[in-house]
């Protein structure tokens, strides 16, 4: 670990001297906290210009790179260490969003990065037609991490990919075709998982998602139906309600809804039900929480599997449980994984039962780079460092202290409809107003997210309407660095509303 002064105001980049005068502006307001110290130094910056980056971004990228570009000034980014990156100009930003919920245990964790470099060293790639030691040893240490019947792996390259082939094995061992996954969900861009997607900005006008169907987001905050004790959460939603304890009214309506779909949308038997324990991309979306345990049960009594995309909510993050559905109460057939898995390296997983694996061994499936060595390395030390650095129990301490904190200002601010999620799986949806829910109009939503990003600190955003915040950092953020984060957050929406 490279150890030196390197504050937000700090002297020692000399080559960033001019931009740490600009930022200093920014990372130390009149009221608020300061940005938390940070002993490493990044590299010097020798690369290309910025104004390069953005004329081959434009002119040799395919237009979809601009298009999900995030901020109207982008970041351009040149190292990561743990919770920090540092852009080109050697400005220094909290990263509260890690590469999309996928940096689990921190930018080019020291561990983690030996063990990729030691690997690389020895064995960059062989494919699983012959037997290597990396593949095996995480095949077992992953399924290790899971109850029974949960014990066979298949590695693929990617989130999407792994979701493909769930749908496929769910297919091929129920012998039934059709599909149902909550609206608003985001289960990959593939053709294939496009369908399983239930968000319009993810849709093409192709013949796509054949026996894909989507029933209500149980969404207790937007949804129709809601009240306040509704979700597995430190954090209820401002919505009253009058039933009893373990009597959730709002969960037998959602629950309605998915069997108006069963009477009206699907078969009599069905392949699959794909679910995130808590929505990602669509804005840290929480169900009432019996809702997932008695719909596993509608869909087994129709013939179908039940699947559980870990995707984002995976290895620890929401901090109770190292997987999402164990927060459910529910045994998932299948598990779906990507991400975090390998701390950005391109990897991901089906997890299922020897039985559902065997309906897929009845074909045969070949995949260049799944289970790759270095990749089944990085994830390995993944694996170890989740335990040896105490992330879950970061990810519960501090995501719970976001959350608590962050709803003191929904209270405050008319703006902020709902703070919700689990441990570092936080969504904090914006409105127009309480009463209305509407969501707060996109040009407001990019006002607060472009004066959080220069105050130094970068989050995403999310929801079905662009209407939510999300807070997903590689899980060694500190308690410092939430509560720099929170008095960034509260002076960008009090600013926002003194000036509207
Ligand atoms: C819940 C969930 N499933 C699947 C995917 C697709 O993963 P990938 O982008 O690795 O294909 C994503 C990506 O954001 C996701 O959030």
């Known amino acids: 670990m490279q150890k030196a002064l390197c504050r937000s105001r700090g002297p020692s980049l000399g080559w960033a001297k001019d931009a740490f005068s600009k930022f200093e502006h920014f990372a130390k307001f009149h009221w608020a906290s300061e940005m938390p110290p940070c002993d490493f130094i990044p590299e010097e910056y020798k690369e290309m210009s910025k104004a390069q980056m953005l004329e081959i971004r434009k002119n040799y990228c395919n237009p979809m790179t601009m298009k999900v570009t995030y901020y109207k000034k982008p970041v351009y980014i040149h190292q990561g260490y743990m919770q920090w990156l540092w852009d080109v100009d050697g400005r220094r930003y909290l990263d509260l969003f890690a590469g999309v919920a996928t940096v689990s245990v921190g930018h080019c964790h020291p561990k983690v990065t030996d063990a990729a470099v030691k690997q690389l060293r020895r064995l960059w790639h062989t494919t699983n037609i012959y037997v290597y030691s990396t593949l095996h040893e995480y095949a077992e240490k992953l399924a290790a991490h899971f109850p029974d019947p949960l014990k066979v792996v298949y ?190 390296y391109p990897m991901g997983a089906v997890v299922t039962t020897p039985e559902i694996a065997a309906s897929f061994a009845k074909g045969v499936h070949f995949n260049t780079f799944g289970g790759n060595p270095v990749a089944c390395a990085i994830a390995s030390s993944v694996l170890d460092t989740i335990k040896e650095d105490g992330t879950q129990q970061i990810s519960a301490d501090v995501g719970t202290h976001l959350l608590t904190e962050l709803a003191k200002f929904r209270d405050k601010y008319e703006i902020i409809g709902d703070v919700r999620g689990k441990g570092l799986q936080i969504g904090v949806e914006m409105v127009k107003d309480k009463a209305s829910r509407e969501p707060l109009p996109a040009d407001a939503m990019s006002h607060i997210f472009e004066d959080i990003k220069d105050m130094g600190v970068l989050i995403g955003k999310g929801g079905v309407y662009g209407q939510t915040f999300r807070i997903k950092p590689p899980m060694c953020i500190t308690k410092q660095d939430a509560d720099f984060f929170l008095a960034v957050f509260r002076h960008a929406v009090h600013s926002y509303m003194e000036q509207r």
């Open 155 to 344: 590695f693929t390259n990617s989130g999407s990919e792994a979701n493909d082939l769930a749908m496929l094995m769910a297919r091929l061992h129920t012998g039934n075709f059709d599909i149902i996954t909550l609206r608003g969900s985001y289960h990959g861009g593939s053709p294939q998982t496009m369908g399983l997607t239930s968000n319009a900005a993810y849709k093409y006008p192709i013949a796509s998602g054949l026996g894909c169907h989507t029933t209500m987001c149980p969404d207790v905050f937007r949804g129709p139906w809601g009240g306040c004790h509704c979700r597995d959460s430190p954090i209820q939603t401002i919505r009253d309600c009058s039933c009893s304890p373990g009597n959730c009214q709002a969960n037998d309506m959602y629950i309605g809804q998915l069997k108006e779909v069963f009477a009206t949308s699907v078969p009599s038997r069905i392949a699959a039900f794909f679910g995130e324990p808590i929505q990602g991309v669509g804005g840290a979306v929480q169900y009432p929480k019996n809702y997932l345990k008695e719909t596993y049960k509608l869909v087994r009594e129709r013939g179908g599997v039940c699947i559980a995309d870990e995707v984002q909510t995976g290895f620890g993050r929401t901090g109770s449980h190292f997987w999402g559905f164990q927060g459910h109460e529910v045994m998932p057939d299948m598990v779906t994984m990507a991400k975090g898995i390998a701390n950005g």
